[in-house]
């Protein structure tokens, strides 16, 4: 889930806000009420506590391999 960030534009506030894409945007500051303005954020899509995606090729096959050939596991993806 995509966390998006926020400023609020009456009290300066900036925060995150955890939310799915189907969401729609905050509108009001968490803190004061105020308007709120999405922020632009290249931190938003960073996978925390990742490393999962690349380990997963390396070291350990796919549940959906479990039954196949190391050979032809190694062919997905
Ligand atoms: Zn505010």
Known sequence: MPIYEYECNK???VFEARQKFSDAPLQECKECGGGV???ISSTAF???GGGWY???YSS???STCSKAKAGE?????
């Open 11 to 13: 009290c300066g506030l």
């Open 37 to 39: 303005k999405k922020l």
């Open 46 to 48: 960073t996978l925390k």
């Open 54 to 56: 690349e380990q997963g």
């Open 60 to 62: 350990a096959a796919p």
């Open 73 to 77: 596991c190694s062919k997905v993806g």
